[in-house]
Structure formats: C-alpha cells, structure tokens
C-alpha cells in the first residue's frame, strides 16, 4: 500500500508518494526524488548499525540528512475512511 511523506528540502515542502516495495526506508526514496546519491551514507549506516544503537544510527542519520539540506522527513497519517460509521 502506497503511503505519502511529507518533507522539506531546501526550504521548500514537498510530498511524495511512497511504497516498501521501492525502497527500504522514506530516506532513501527522499534522496531518490531529488536526485542525491547515498550509497556511500547507506554503507556506513550499515557499519554503525553493526557496532551500535539504534539511538547512534538515527542520529547519524538525521544530522547526514540535514546536511543535504533536508528540514523535516515525515509519513503523512492515514487518513481514517469512517469504515463502519452511518
């Protein structure tokens, strides 16, 4: 199931549309849609999830991310449909 991710980069807010299916986290399809190349960062993310936290990999992360000039990386909630209300 498609989700959304709303997102600001380089002063500018954003939306794109976003699947598992595609890519592994709202991160890389992020980079993906403004053309950045991570390949080295997801090298690295993978070493440091192997000798450490999840608190050291999220941090690494956020502070890579706003380098490139990312404000904000979020998935949209879903929206509730009402199932099952009159």
Same mark, same amino acid.
């Given at each position: 199931?498609?989700?959304?991710?709303?997102?600001?980069?380089?002063?500018? #807010?954003?939306?794109?549309?976003?699947? +598992?299916?595609?890519?592994?986290?709202?991160? @890389? %399809? $992020?980079? =993906?849609? #403004?053309?950045?190349?991570?390949?080295? +960062?997801?090298?690295?993310?993978?070493?440091? @999830? %192997? $000798?450490? =936290?999840?608190?050291?990999?999220?941090?690494?992360?956020?502070?890579?991310?706003?380098?490139?000039?990312?404000?904000?990386?979020?998935?949209?909630?879903?929206?509730?449909?009402?199932?099952?209300?009159?």
């Amino acid at each position: 199931m498609a989700r959304t991710i709303i997102y600001t980069y380089k002063g500018e #807010e954003k939306t794109l549309t976003f699947s +598992y299916q595609e890519f592994r986290s709202i991160h @890389e %399809a $992020v980079a =993906d849609a #403004e053309g950045i190349d991570i390949s080295d +960062y997801l090298k690295m993310e993978q070493q440091i @999830e %192997a $000798v450490s =936290d999840t608190k050291a990999v999220r941090n690494y992360r956020d502070n890579h991310f706003r380098k490139l000039g990312f404000e904000k990386i979020t998935m949209k909630q879903k929206e509730n449909r009402g199932v099952g209300k009159k």
